[in-house]
């Protein structure tokens, strides 16, 4: 079925609203944590940019107005992009490893020691 991912630790079916793209997200019904395929990531985002620079380039636009048109309309795409990647061709979804959970930016884990 379109559009349906499921999660790879309790089988429940999540929907595009219930993921994300680029960051990790947790499963709404066993909190697990997931998260999309490196891959698939990498070939959404090229799928981006080939499209918004060749639909201005196919209208005719080129040199600083083809580039400032396809900067422009990136975000616009990407955002339909990440609607419609999933509903179109749902990936397997990952687990994040546990290692890879971290608090913050600089990883600091709130002060707490790191158990290694």
């Not at 339909?80 to 890879?100: D, F, G, S």
Request: glycine share 6%; charged share 15%; proline share 8%.
């Amino acid at each position: 079925m379109p559009g349906v991912m499921t999660c790879p630790s309790c089988s429940r079916k999540l929907s595009w609203r219930d993921t994300r793209l680029q960051t990790a997200f947790s499963c709404p019904a066993c909190h697990q944590r997931l998260r999309m395929p490196k891959f698939y990531t990498l070939i959404t985002r090229v799928l981006e940019v080939g499209l918004s620079f060749s639909f201005w380039y196919v209208l005719g636009a080129r040199d600083t107005l083809w580039i400032l048109l396809g900067v422009v309309t990136l975000p616009i795409v990407a955002f339909v992009l990440a609607v419609i990647a999933p509903t179109i061709c749902p990936p397997r979804l990952k687990v994040v490893p546990h290692e890879h959970l971290t608090d913050g930016l600089l990883h600091l884990n709130n002060g707490r020691e790191q158990d290694r």
